[in-house]
């Protein structure tokens, strides 16, 4: 079936054949047994050649997103991503007003993250500053995913934290430190820990009263 998938969602007849056929990969796709089948059946080549032709449509790019978030749990499709050049319309897609598309995005982009060197892509495609934007998105899970992202980035590559400061987010992070949504919470500490490595990002936490933050959630 995964075969078929992977060579029917690239048909260029019709978007409605290809977002049907993305779709059952998407959700295939959170099989973990299923991951190195679609890697391996060039699926992820497929999903990334796809948004060359699938710039303006939202749910097929949605759905695309959503196949490369399923994939990238599995390091060599991380890989895969990169090569193929997947994470610069991901990067793109952090700039999109849709929620499911902003959610899917963030989800591949946070994953991705766990790799240094899709970190050093993600910088050089200007991702830094939209993820600290959706920082404060009005749907918690792009939030969520958006300071994973952040704290992938700071962990894998210390130069992102700068980004993170100059764009408002350790600002931002401090006051997620006051969230009862508790993911957001642990997202945003573990992004602060990992952008506090940097010596100016350091003093816009204490500046910030984040130690104090900090220590009241350790009570």
């Given amino acids: ?5 992977c060579a029917r969602s690239a048909d260029h007849h019709g978007d409605t054949l290809s977002i049907a056929c993305a779709g059952a990969l998407m ?34 790019n949605t759905v695309l997103a959503g196949v490369l978030a399923s994939c990238a749990r599995e390091k060599e499709s991380v890989i895969q991503i990169r090569m193929y050049g997947g994470l610069r319309p991901l990067a793109s897609f952090l700039s999109a007003s849709n929620p499911e598309l902003l959610t899917k995005s963030t989800e591949a982009v946070a994953l991705c ?9 993600l910088m050089a495609n200007n991702a830094i500053g939209p993820l ?7 749907d918690e899970d ?10 992938n980035c700071a962990e ?28 957001l919470l642990v997202a945003s500490c573990k992004a602060l820990a990992a952008a506090g490595y940097d010596e100016q990002c350091l003093r816009q ?3 910030g009263d984040g130690v104090r933050l900090i220590w009241s959630l350790l009570r």
Avoid at 1 to 5: H, Q, S, T, Y
Avoid at 113 to 121: F, G, H, M, P, T
Avoid at 142 to 151: D, E, F, P, R, S
């Fill in 142 to 151: 792009v939030a969520v995913n958006a300071a994973v992202a952040l704290a």
């Fill in 156 to 183: 894998n590559d210390l130069s992102a934290a700068g980004g993170i400061r100059s764009s408002g987010g350790v600002q931002t992070l401090l006051k997620h430190l006051r969230s009862t949504y508790a993911p």
């Fill in 205 to 207: 936490i204490i500046d």
């Fill in 132 to 138: 600290a934007n959706l920082l404060t998105n009005s």
């Fill in 27 to 60: 959700q295939l796709g959170r099989l973990d047994e299923a991951v190195p089948v679609i890697r391996e059946n060039d699926g992820i080549k497929t999903i990334v050649s796809i948004f060359e032709r699938s710039s303006s449509n939202v749910p097929l």
């Fill in 113 to 121: 993250a766990k790799s240094a060197r899709c970190v050093r892509e």
């Fill in 1 to 5: 079936v995964i075969p078929f998938l």
